[in-house]
Each structure stands twice: as C-alpha cells, then as structure tokens.
Antibody, heavy 126, light 107 residues
Framework: EVQLLESGGGLVQPGGSLRLSCVAS????????MSWVRQVPGKGLEWVSS????????FYADSVKGRFTISRDNSKNTLFLQMNSLGAEDTAIYYC???????????????????WGQGTLVTVSS | DIQMTQSPSSLSASVGDRVTITCRAS??????LAWFQQKPGKAPKSLIY???SLQSGVPGKFSGSGSGTEFSLTISSLQPEDFATYYC?????????FGQGTRLEIE
C-alpha cells in the first residue's frame, strides 16, 4: 500500500523559513517523480513544485520560485520542501504526491498525481 | 500557462441522479487531463487519468471523456458518498494547472 506522510508544518512568522518532509512507503520511491501541491483552506488546489527522478530536474510555480527548494533523499524515501521568505500568501495545507513513474530516461505520460499524503498545515502569521 | 476553466462551480443534485462536470483548456492538451475528488478535511483522490482511464479501485460510475480542449467527468447514480468537490488538472506542460473546482451538493 502506497503511503505518503508529510510533516514539518506549523506556525511561522512572516519572513521565516520552514522545511517540510514527506516520507514514502509501499513503492519504489526512486523511480517516481514527486510533487508538492498546496491548498489554502476552503480554496482550490495549486501545484507548487516537482522533482523529476531520472534526471534530477526541478520545477516551480512562479509564486514560489526563488524562495522554495524541492529536494529528495532516495536512500531515506523522503521528499523535502525548503520554504524561505514565507509570507501570508503561503499559508496553506501542503500535500506531497506521486507525480509520474519514470524509468530509464523518460517518464510514463499517463498516470499523474495518483497518490497523495494527508497534508501538513503551514500558517504564516505574526 | 494553460488555463483550465471548470464548470459549473457548484451543482445541486439528488441521490440517484447523473451529473456531468466540464473542463475547458485554454490550449490543446491532448489527453493530459486528470480528475480528482476531495471530501472535507481529506486529501484529493485520483479518479481519472489520461482523460478517460479509470484509476484502480474507483467504481465504474465515474467516467471521463474528451481530448484537446474539452473534457467532462460524468458520475452516474449518485450516492451520498459522492457529494464532494471535484477538480480537473492538466498536465500537458509545466506548470500543471487545476480547474477552480466543482462543489457537488445534495439537493
């Protein structure tokens, strides 16, 4: 059974930093591109960032580019999101999700964000 | 960025009804379209990928169709557990973008 468990959320002051973690189990973590998606409580979903496994490429939403850094430790089956210069607009529930299965030098095109964690709440407030 | 316009934003229906939600992409996304269901306080759940492929374990009452710029999600024989918010997502190119969501409520 695929499981994704996020942690690291909490209350942080504007301008502060936070590091989110997502521990994966039930699948071969190293073969999956992984993503972070966020949701302001009561609002819609917003993709934040992705890490493509086979070539190490990273992608970011314009709203977080230059402030957030996605990384992973395949030896620990863990995905990270380092968040710096946080503002009130970053207050949200942050979900990690499996993006795509990748093998060799390419990723399967069809499946996308099949599995999600339960989310961790980040609140930016003074 | 590719914009996804989802309609309606809310929908009232009764148990046993059949409903359809639509998503329009601002440019051709082929079949790079997924549908998700989200219940209050829970993470989104994948229903459909590649526009029309049913995710493993998802009941056949959910079906997706479309390609290019026009897509739809149909839910037949609504049951109480189907009342939730539904989102479409395009993943043809970065950044992947979600529709605004459709809140399906009991009439």
């Amino acid at each position: 059974e695929v499981q994704l468990l996020e942690s690291g959320g909490g209350l942080v002051q504007p301008g502060g930093s936070l590091r989110l973690s997502c521990v994966a189990s039930g699948f071969t973590f190293s073969t999956y591109a992984m993503s972070w998606v966020r949701q302001v409580p009561g609002k819609g979903l917003e993709w934040v960032s992705s890490f493509r496994s086979y070539d190490g490429s990273t992608f970011y939403a314009d709203s977080v580019k230059g402030r957030f850094t996605i990384s992973r430790d395949n030896s620990k089956n863990t995905l990270f999101l380092q968040m710096n210069s946080l503002g009130a607009e970053d207050t949200a529930i942050y979900y990690c999700a499996t993006e795509r299965y990748c093998s060799g030098d390419s990723c399967h095109w069809d499946h996308y964000l099949d599995f999600w964690g339960q989310g961790t709440l980040v609140t930016v407030s003074s | 960025d590719i914009q996804m316009t989802q309609s309606p934003s809310s929908l009232s229906a009764s148990v046993g009804d059949r409903v359809t939600i639509t998503c329009r992409a601002s440019q051709d996304i082929s079949k790079y379209l997924a549908w998700f269901q989200q219940k209050p306080g829970k993470a989104p759940k994948s229903l459909i990928y590649a526009a029309s492929s049913l995710q493993s374990g998802v009941p056949g009452k959910f079906s997706g169709s479309g390609s290019g710029t026009e897509f739809s999600l149909t839910i037949s024989s609504l049951q109480p557990e189907d009342f939730a918010t539904y989102y479409c997502l395009q993943y043809r190119s970065y950044p992947p973008t979600f529709g605004q969501g459709t809140r399906l409520e009991i009439e």
